[in-house]
């Protein structure tokens, strides 16, 4: 704080896909800038370093953290502010949290917590897959299980109803990450990231990543017949074609199905998820496989076992 009573901004810092949220594809990390306008550290926080070092918070006073999440327990911006308040715990730097809304509604969970030994960049604290929390709900959480002494002040919200998802709230979607165009993306994702663990697609690099799922050797109309009869609740698939632009499959047609959630309220986004995987595995056998590791940071368990939680035979026996 400066002498006359008013904030002096003295460091910013950014999370995954960059502070202006402008790094495209998966797991690409950035590099920190001078802000050319403020004259100000830009520190990446997705890069040689996940959490703030001591030399970036030894010239400020508290950290203000300003993240939107969409709700779902793989979306690495709430596992920044996870890292952000232990540095901050050990530094004695008071931590301010903005609360946002939770966008897919703060009263629906689904899917199991993380084993203790399945704990990685995509989930470093046990929590449902889609946890039914705002961002300072999970800071008061993560204050109260694992960083007893931060100092922390969470900034409340108004007006704001646990049912509401975010188009009820009269506020404007401002895309978190460039993969995460819209509200229909963020209802879809804490299912459909699961395929990050599989070499399906899940359609990175075209206009409705989440969304559009396949793949080159997907017979799309039988597949998308198939997951129609499973009869999933608050979804419809039409049988669909893409071409990713870049990721997996990229430049090649992929077939598969598209999304249609017909009823958000009942649609449940983890077990349409585990569904198509399955489906995939069982009708493709010879084709389907999981992703190589590594993937976020992991280095020995694979990526479908850390999305998910535990061992892969926990949830796809064979």
Request: with cysteine; charged share 20%.
């Amino acid at each position: 704080m400066s002498a006359n009573g008013f904030f002096r901004l003295a460091a910013l810092f950014g999370p995954q896909h960059g502070f202006e949220s402008t790094t495209q594809d998966n797991m690409i990390e950035w590099d920190g800038f001078t802000h050319p306008r403020l004259g100000i550290p830009v520190f990446s926080l997705y890069g040689e370093y996940r959490k703030p070092i001591p030399g970036m918070l030894e010239k400020i006073d508290a950290l203000f953290i300003d993240l939107v999440d969409v709700g779902a327990r793989y979306y690495t911006f709430i596992w920044s502010l996870f890292l952000c308040l232990e540095a901050c715990e050990t530094a004695g730097i008071p931590v301010i949290v903005a609360d946002r809304p939770n966008p897919i509604n703060g009263l629906t969970t689904e899917g199991p917590p993380q084993r203790p030994d399945h704990l990685s960049f995509v989930g470093l604290h046990p929590l449902p897959n889609r946890h039914g929390k705002t961002i300072g709900e999970l800071a008061r959480q993560f204050q109260q299980e694992k960083f007893p002494t931060v100092e922390l002040h969470v900034l409340p919200m108004e007006g704001w109803d646990r049912a509401m998802f975010h188009n009820e709230t009269g506020l404007p979607w401002v895309m978190p990450s460039p993969n995460m165009p819209t509200l229909d993306t963020a209802i879809v994702y804490p299912g459909m990231c699961l395929l990050e663990g599989t070499n399906l697609s899940e359609a990175r690099g075209t206009t409705r990543p989440f969304e559009l799922f396949g793949a080159p050797w997907i017979d799309g109309h039988e597949f998308t017949r198939k997951l129609n009869a499973l009869n999933l609740p608050g979804v419809f698939f039409r049988e669909a074609a893409f071409e990713p632009t870049f990721q997996k499959h990229a430049g090649d047609i992929c077939r598969g199905a598209q999304i249609h959630v017909t009823h958000r309220e009942t649609f449940l986004p983890w077990r349409t998820g585990m569904e198509i995987i399955r489906l995939a595995r069982r009708d493709y056998p010879a084709d389907f496989d999981w992703k190589p590791l590594p993937y976020e940071y992991e280095p020995e368990k694979l990526p479908i076992e850390i999305l998910c939680g535990g061992p892969v035979s926990e949830f796809f026996p064979d």
